[in-house]
T-cell receptor, first 112, second 113 residues
Framework: KAGVTQTPRYLIKTRGQQVTLSCSPI?????VSWYQQTPGQGLQFLFE???????NKGNFPGRFSGRQFSNSRSEMNVSTLELGDSALYLC???????????FGQGTRLTVV | TQLLEQSPQFLSIQEGENLTVYCNSS?????LQWYRQEPGEGPVLLVT?????EVKKLKRLTFQFGDARKDSSLHITAAQPGDTGLYLC?????????????FGKGTHLIIQP
């Protein structure tokens, strides 16, 4: 079955702009988590959605938000972009009973 | 805040050598996972260890979970260039439920032919 799909793969934005990233989980998976990966901080948890509800949130400012649709697809939005938001944003989906997180290839965001 | 410390941060060795990387925390996790990430890709799960003292083998890779479920190690025997990548450990905070994974910063491993 198809894996986790993230679009777009690459983005370049200007400071102050906003951006929306998309994630389609593995078919049947209802849990979607988002992570930010940077060389300095590594992988940091942003938030998790399950059945359209945010279940947990990491320690990120309110400029980072997300949502999940009824078909389990998820989007995350970053408003008022800062240079420090440049990172690889990874989405992962899990089955209800599984521990394993299946990651997409990520979206590489560059803020200039 | 639960933190996972991985060591070493970088490791470059010759093909055929053995190596061990470590993942340590002051917190207890219900289980711990190891992932490998290659450039341009997302992390891929290698193993999940659940029971304190558990040892799992995956071909040339041996994973161990500490008795107190606070630390783990990954041992690679006879490393090959295909083992090159970023190795990440991740703590699972609850029974696979609502909490996100807590990741270490990873060990960058380079196996030179």
């Amino acid at each position: 079955k198809a894996g986790v799909t993230q679009t777009p793969r690459y983005l370049i934005k200007t400071r102050g702009q906003q951006v929306t990233l998309s994630c389609s989980p593995i078919s049947g998976h209802r849990s979607v988590s988002w992570y930010q990966q940077t060389p300095g901080q590594g992988l940091q948890f942003l938030f998790e959605y399950f059945s359209e509800t945010q279940r947990n949130k990491g320690n990120f400012p309110g400029r980072f938000s997300g949502r999940q649709f009824s078909n389990s697809r998820s989007e995350m939005n970053v408003s008022t972009l800062e240079l420090g938001d440049s990172a690889l944003y990874l989405c992962a989906s899990k089955s209800r009973s599984g521990f394993e997180a299946f990651f997409g290839q990520g979206t590489r965001l560059t803020v200039v | 805040t639960q933190l996972l410390e991985q060591s070493p941060q970088f490791l470059s060795i010759q093909e055929g050598e053995n190596l061990t990387v470590y993942c340590n925390s002051s917190s207890v996790f219900s289980s711990l996972q190891w992932y490998r990430q290659e450039p341009g890709e997302g992390p891929v799960l290698l193993v999940t260890v659940v029971t304190g003292g558990e040892v799992k083998k995956l071909k040339r890779l041996t994973f161990q979970f500490g008795d107190a479920r606070k630390d783990s190690s990954l041992h690679i025997t006879a490393a090959q260039p295909g083992d090159t990548g970023l190795y990440l450990c991740a703590g699972v905070n609850s029974g696979g439920g609502a909490d996100g994974l807590t990741f270490g910063k990873g060990t960058h491993l380079i196996i030179q032919p």
